[in-house]
T-cell receptor, first 114, second 116 residues
């Protein structure tokens, strides 16, 4: 099955700096890679996703890059703000049109220091 | 769009009682819904996949007789924790996948279950 490794497990940055979270996956059949943000006591919220036919995707201060050859993808947050503080999960999914199992990374706790 | 709700948001019950948690897709139809369990400071653990009109598919190690799942319509799935015990205390989260065939999953806000 798929195995997703995520690092770092914790990350502290000063407000305004950039934050980068990296994930690697093992199953070459995985072709969809969402990133979720989870605030304390809440469910995960999809913040950005990327599919295997694209190398990079950007949405305002958030960007995701994918290297299929190396089987790794990264989340980049620029100009961080205190409200970016949360736990971020990467995931890898082998989309097959039917049943799909999402394999999540262990999560990264991001703390943005004002 | 793509809002998923859960009810209740938190519940406290006595050991031995059963608790039902509802998961609803509010503005889309979901052929497939997923139930996760999350322990403090840990990632999400998939418990089962719920398909509308059919039996749920449980992950290895998850007791299907203890965690009853029903997906009676395209917008509602329920998880019933039967004869709950303190070790069942956890954060339960559902997610829903649109019937359009896209693979994006949208998560509910979660239900905090505390069994005394």
């Amino acid at each position: 099955g798929e195995n997703v490794e995520q690092h770092p497990s914790t990350l502290s940055v000063q407000e305004g700096d950039s934050a980068v979270i990296k994930c690697t996956y093992s199953d070459s059949a995985s072709n969809y890679f969402p990133w979720y943000k989870q605030e304390l006591g809440k469910g995960p919220q999809l913040i950005i996703d990327i599919r295997s036919n694209v190398g990079e995707k950007k949405d305002q201060r958030i960007a995701v890059t994918l290297n299929k050859t190396a089987k790794h993808f990264s989340l980049h947050i620029t100009e961080t703000q205190p409200e970016d503080s949360a736990v971020y999960f990467c995931a890898a999914i082998p989309y097959s049109g039917g049943y799909q199992k999402v394999t999540f990374g262990i999560g990264t706790k991001l703390q943005v220091i004002p | 769009g793509a809002v998923v709700s859960q009810h209740p948001s938190w519940v406290i019950c006595k050991s031995g009682t059963s608790v039902k948690i509802e998961c609803r897709s509010l503005d889309f139809q979901a052929t497939t819904m997923f139930w996760y369990r999350q322990f403090p400071k840990q990632s999400l653990m998939l418990m089962a996949t719920s398909n509308e009109g059919s039996k749920a598919t449980y992950e290895q190690g998850v007791e299907k007789d203890k965690f009853l799942i029903n997906h009676a319509s395209l917008t509602l799935s329920t998880l019933t924790v039967t004869s709950a015990h303190p070790e069942d205390s956890s954060f339960y989260i559902c997610s829903a996948r649109e019937t359009t065939g896209l693979d994006t999953q949208y998560f509910g806000p979660g239900t905090r279950l505390t069994v005394l």
